[in-house]
């Protein structure tokens, strides 16, 4: 596979548009393709508001057993990377779709969350929001007595206008944006990488396969996160 370093400081504003298979290389599932999630769950019956009024405590169970299988993973040098970017660079944003706060184990601040997190609950009465650790037992109900209802953007959800909207205005000013692992699929964020083309961005895709948007990318690596990210930028390896 023939990858050219890229020179970060070459690029004003890098933006890392992320997607489940930038988790896969740690060992999290992805949602699609061979042994995706989708294939062994329903999201009609574990993620989607429906499901949650008609069965909160088989929702909550499956986020439950997300968050313990977390436990046993760890972030890989992809994310060690991306986050070693933004310590060396002035202006590197995450928007990720993923909800396992990998990126945030790896040393990353600078992160748009636009699915939400698994690490976070929410009343579903007063919206007060309850953060979890890892490992932490979830509780299900608030203290107001009201179930507890995953801070998650689930099938049928807008996504919150204001995470768009941040989305937005750094992909409609940044010079570079690689999408890592992701089918995009699910809209809105499977716009993204358009507005960054769009706009004149520079747009790299790295996936083992290519996918419905690969047609956009000047540049589109056919490997995985962990195989690549080093490659593009040896100088952010991590020890
Ligand atoms: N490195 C990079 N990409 C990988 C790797 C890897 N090691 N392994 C798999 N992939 C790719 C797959 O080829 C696929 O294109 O990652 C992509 C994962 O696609 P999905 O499972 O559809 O995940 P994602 O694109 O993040 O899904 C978007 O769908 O279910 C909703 O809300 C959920 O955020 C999720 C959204």
Redesign the pocket.
């Known amino acids: 596979m023939d990858i050219q370093p890229i020179t970060p400081t070459d690029y004003r504003t890098i933006v890392f548009f992320t ?4 988790s ?2 740690s060992g999290v599932p ?4 061979r042994g ?1 999630i ?1 294939a062994k769950y329903n999201w009609q019956e574990v993620a989607c508001e429906e499901a949650f009024r008609r069965n909160p405590g088989k929702v909550l169970e499956f986020h439950a057993l997300r968050r313990q299988q977390l436990t046993d993973c760890q972030p890989h040098q992809g994310h060690s990377i991306i986050g070693a970017l933004e310590n060396s660079h002035p202006d590197v944003t995450i928007i990720t ?2 909800i396992d706060g990998l990126h945030q184990r790896a040393g990353s601040q600078r992160i748009i969350e636009l ?1 939400g997190s698994l690490w976070r609950l929410r009343c579903s009465r007063e919206g007060k929001v309850y953060h979890l650790s890892l490992g932490e037992k979830s509780p299900v109900r608030c203290q107001c007595g009201a179930w507890l209802r995953p801070d998650i ?1 689930w099938f049928g959800d807008c996504l919150i206008p204001d995470v768009v909207q941040r989305a937005t205005e750094i992909v409609g000013r940044c010079d570079l944006l690689i999408a ?7 809209w809105p ?1 499977a716009g993204f990488p358009q507005l960054a083309r769009d706009q004149g961005a520079q747009c790299i895709e ?4 290519a ?1 419905e948007m690969s047609f956009l990318y000047h540049v589109s690596h056919q490997g ?3 195989e690549v990210l080093p490659a593009l930028f040896p100088d952010a390896i991590t020890a």
Do not use: D, K, L
């Open positions: 997607g489940a298979g930038m896969a290389e992805t949602y699609r393709g995706g989708w779709q993923n699915h953007i890592v692992g992701t089918s995009a699929v699910v964020a790295i996936n083992p396969e996918t995985s996160a962990g």
